[in-house]
Nanobody, 120 residues
Framework: QVQLVESGGGLVQPGGSLRLSCVTSGRISSIKVMGWYRQAPGKQRELVATVGSGGSPNYADSVKGRFTISRDNAKNTVSLEMNSLKPEDTAVYYC??????????????WGQGTQVTVSS
């Protein structure tokens, strides 16, 4: 069974920066999509950023120019660099990985979530 472990959330002032990371426990043989989603209180989970097998990133309009998604295939990790953070970025951030794993096959997995709070 695949597990995703996230790290890097916390409390930051408006205008500050945070970096989230997510590592998968399985041995990936083919990445489909890796990404980050977020869910604020009382709202639905929404896409923040994804990166597909071709490597091209996709961002929500609300984070374009401020957030950068990257992945390290050798380390089975996906990261989210968040700059110029705003109070409206406050949410629980979830990592999502859809990949084919050696000995497992295709799996679509979510991390446990990490809290990001932007407040003065």
């Amino acid at each position: 069974q695949v597990q995703l472990v996230e790290s890097g959330g916390g409390l930051v002032q408006p205008g500050g920066s945070l970096r989230l990371s997510c590592v998968t426990s399985g041995r990936i043989s083919s990445i489909k999509v890796m990404g980050w989603y977020r869910q604020a209180p009382g709202k639905q989970r929404e896409l923040v950023a994804t990166v597909g097998s071709g490597g091209s990133p996709n961002y929500a309009d609300s984070v374009k120019g401020r957030f950068t998604i990257s992945r390290d295939n050798a380390k089975n990790t996906v990261s989210l660099e968040m700059n110029s953070l705003k109070p409206e970025d406050t949410a629980v951030y979830y990592c999502n990985v859809r990949a084919v794993y050696s000995g497992i096959g295709f799996s679509d997995d979510w991390g446990q979530g990490t809290q990001v709070t932007v407040s003065s």
